[in-house]
């Protein structure tokens, strides 16, 4: 399995994904540029963490119009899976990849902790490492987290099963919500379940010497699912 993590200026995250990508056995990746307008072929590309191009206008509006989104929303077209996390699920939605927005957390703070997240679709090759209901806890450290959209989007998100991920319960204080987002959706997927957009950090939580390692099964449930 080959992947290609997309870095923009601002991306602070990349590194940790590769790391997290090369540490399950036939993986390969590749960092491409936000310049480039085309890359090799990949079974996965992942948008990151970080603070693309400062997060000037809007998190992730200026990310969604450099040269490789161009490419990138060609190849999601085509099926090829996308996962976009914290600032990267902000990119998707920019770039119409995903529908809603990404507004500023209900407390207007910086949040960065630790969360938990359930699985609410694990029919997908991006949970196919989960189980259905199961309780993950992973990091989240973002300001504009709150996920947003309109109730005939939510509607439709329900019925087509796209919400992928919800804020719950665990044992880290604050509140299992950290940002308000409506119906504590912390991920959700496009129409044919290609794409995620997954505010919390798995990358962060894949060795058990950082604290936890529940984020490295979507990982390697991924390179099961690709081959």
């Not at 119009?65 to 929303?73: A, D, G, T, Y």
């Not at 290609?194 to 490295?216: C, F, I, W, Y």
Request: glycine letters at 12%.
């Amino acid at each position: 399995m080959k992947a290609a993590v997309i870095v923009f200026p601002g991306s602070n995250c990349d590194r940790d994904v590769r790391v997290a990508l090369e540490a399950v056995d036939g993986v390969a990746v590749d960092m491409v540029w936000h310049g480039e307008g085309d890359f090799e072929a990949a079974d996965l590309i992942v948008l990151p963490g970080g603070f693309s191009y400062g997060d000037y206008l809007r998190s992730g509006a200026m990310a969604a119009h450099s040269p490789v989104m161009k490419e990138v929303v060609a190849r999601a077209g085509k099926g090829v899976p996308v996962l976009g996390i914290c600032n990267g699920f902000q990119v998707l939605t920019e770039a119409g990849l995903l529908p809603g927005a990404l507004l500023a957390n209900a407390g207007l703070n910086f949040v960065c902790r630790d969360v938990h997240v359930r699985v609410e679709n694990s029919q997908t090759l991006f949970a196919s490492g989960l189980e259905q209901g199961a309780v993950l806890r992973i990091p989240v450290a973002h300001h504009d987290g709150q996920y947003f959209a309109d109730d005939e989007t939510l509607a439709e998100l329900a019925d087509n099963e796209q919400i992928a991920f919800r804020y719950a319960a665990g044992e880290t204080p604050g509140p299992a919500n950290p940002n308000g987002s409506v119906q504590d959706i912390a991920g959700i997927y496009n129409a044919t379940k290609t794409v995620l957009g997954l505010m919390p950090h798995p990358e962060r939580a894949a060795d058990p010497r950082h604290g936890g390692s529940d984020g490295q099964a979507i990982f390697a449930g991924l390179a099961q699912a690709l081959g």
